[in-house]
């Protein structure tokens, strides 16, 4: 999956103002309903730099959901870090045992 962010800032590299994140990773239904996803993001910056991060997610909810999520920078531009992010989104059927699940995300890299 990829995602398209378009309002980035940093203070500490002022060039920076979009990035795109590409999530690869596998989820699992948890007996309370909720999903759990482990996935491997990887931002890549306008300036053509990028920032490797473990993501852990947990989304609640059935047709309206919430997502938090936390991850670790493992490489690369502002390493070491940590992020942390939250946000609403729809979840719907797709077909037998495959779920879409459409967020809108806010996130914060911690760098340090």
Same mark, same amino acid.
């Given at each position: 999956?990829?995602?398209?962010?378009?309002?980035?800032?940093? %203070?500490?590299? %002022?060039?920076?103002?979009?990035?795109?994140?590409?999530?690869?990773?596998?989820?699992?239904?948890? *007996?309370?309903?909720?999903?759990?996803?482990?996935?491997?993001?990887?931002?890549?910056?306008?300036?053509?730099?990028?920032?490797?991060?473990?993501?852990?997610?947990?989304?609640?909810?059935?047709?309206?959901?919430?997502?938090?999520?936390?991850?670790?920078?493992?490489?690369?531009?502002?390493? %070491?870090?940590?992020?942390?992010?939250?946000? !609403?989104?729809? !979840?719907?059927?797709?077909?037998? !045992?495959?779920?879409?699940?459409?967020?809108?995300?806010?996130?914060? *890299?911690?760098?340090?």
């Amino acid at each position: 999956m990829e995602l398209f962010h378009s309002h980035c800032a940093s %203070p500490i590299n %002022p060039g920076i103002t979009s990035a795109t994140v590409s999530i690869s990773g596998h989820a699992t239904t948890l *007996l309370n309903g909720a999903t759990l996803v482990t996935s491997t993001d990887i931002t890549t910056w306008n300036t053509g730099q990028s920032t490797t991060v473990n993501e852990t997610r947990t989304i609640v909810g059935g047709a309206n959901v919430t997502e938090v999520g936390v991850g670790e920078s493992v490489g690369g531009l502002f390493h %070491p870090a940590t992020e942390s992010e939250s946000g !609403r989104g729809t !979840r719907s059927s797709m077909r037998a !045992r495959e779920t879409e699940v459409i967020f809108v995300l806010e996130g914060v *890299l911690e760098v340090g």
